[in-house]
């Protein structure tokens, strides 16, 4: 851990660090569910579907990335357990039992939901001013959570247009 770069924020860091490993335990619990929903997933457009989650997955999985490593910055540690991230995550996870594609779209549009409201949440904790770089970093993720939801949404738009046709 850098001294300065710690000293430099202008809040407490143990709530910081508690918060950024919140946001971890979403980021890991909304990979596997976009990571093991393209395994599952049936129905009409299931590969462009498929394809969609996959790609979620792996930013997702960025997403964590860029969170524990500024956990670790900050001097502290990423959740080091799995079993704790359900209890711990704002956004929790939604298994999906049903592999029907629209089951599966709705549930992810919904887990985004709640990651753009959380991390909007977030930066009105973190102010810029106290500590631009988790701000930054947490506006970048945000901007990558609106374009999953609109994703989302259109793919389901594109289908519910095709049962109509
Ligand atoms: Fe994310
Ligand atoms: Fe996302």
């Not at 851990?1 to 971890?24: F, H, W």
């Not at 999985?61 to 956990?71: E, G, P, T, V």
């Not at 704790?84 to 985004?112: A, F, R, W």
Request: glycine share 6%.
């Amino acid at each position: 851990m850098g001294t300065k770069g710690i000293e430099i924020v202008g809040m407490d860091v143990k709530v910081l660090i508690e918060l950024l490993n919140k946001a971890l335990a979403d980021e890991w619990l909304a990979y596997y569910q976009y990571w093991v929903g393209a395994k599952i997933v049936k129905g009409p457009m299931r590969s462009n579907v498929e394809a969609e989650l996959k790609e979620h997955a792996e930013e997702e999985f960025k997403h964590a990335n860029m969170l524990a490593d500024r956990i670790v910055q900050l001097g502290g540690t990423p959740i080091l357990n799995p079993k704790v991230m359900g209890g711990i995550s704002n956004c929790g996870y939604d298994e999906p039992t049903d592999p029907h594609v629209m089951k599966i779209l709705e549930q992810n549009i919904k887990g985004e939901q709640c990651a753009i409201a959380t991390y909007s949440n977030m930066l009105k904790k973190i102010k810029f001013a106290d500590d631009p770089i988790s701000a930054n970093m947490i506006r970048k993720i945000m901007e990558d959570e609106v374009e999953h939801e609109e994703d989302l949404q259109a793919i389901k738009e594109d289908i519910e247009m095709m049962k109509k046709a």
